[in-house]
């Protein structure tokens, strides 16, 4: 089913101006002959493992509607996912996986129901923590031995992996970003998180995210320019089998996260569809 442009508006409410800032030097870049950054340079370590330190930006594909790429600026593409979060191809992004998800009852209803209005970014509210490989705000990650912290431009938000060994708990209190502890299996950094708030949106189109919900991200940092994140949900509540995405980020360099609150001078909610 084709999404109405309408309901593609909201992924767009609070994208930020992409302003830089006026000197940014990003340091310890591995340089071509010519000078030039190596992006396919091998990853730095911290230690025996990948440091995915740095300042990331989901991977932008090409607007192939024209209609909708003439209505809104989509500032060079698409991240993929932002509009479904189970998109694998641009043409995708507003007609959704071939087939769908395998929705249970209760989770096709609900994401029919839901309209732009109801959508949580266009009330400023925290996304789920998966949810933020495939929006248009950049991230950063600060990597320690003991924890991955990763830094959203989008409202200021954080998101804290624990790596000392530490177990799931058993019964954590429900937030937005849910609890993770993750693994390492080679140069793979394995993700396990628990403790998501119910009702929570993966994307503008909808698709649910619950309190049943796990998800297992699978990072690696094959080169220096590139993250690839193999993100499956397992969510019982919402859909009847476990379904997978991949995703990639690229490094962006020379430059640093900006102040971005969206409901500061925020005038787009009362246009937007929904009663």
Known sequence: MTIPLRVLTVAFVTLPLFAQWPVVKTKRIPLTRDGKPNLNAPAPKLGKVPDFSGVWSAEKTPCVD?????EIDTF???PLGVI???????????????GGLPYTPWAKEITQQRQPKDDPVTRCLPLPAIAHWWTFHPQKMLQTEESLTLLNEYMGQYRQIFLDG?????????????????????DTLVVETIGYKDDLWLDAKGNPLTESARTIERIRRPNFGTLEIQITINDPKAYTKPWTVTRHHTIALDTELIDYICNENEKDRVHLAGQ
């Open 66 to 70: 024209t209609h909708f790429c003439d």
């Open 76 to 78: 060079g593409g698409f």
């Open 84 to 98: 479904d979060a189970s998109a694998t191809r641009p043409e995708e992004l507003a007609s959704g996986v071939k």
């Open 166 to 186: 530490r177990p799931l708990p058993k019964d954590p209190f429900p937030t937005f970003k849910g609890y993770s502890v993750g693994h390492w299996e080679g």
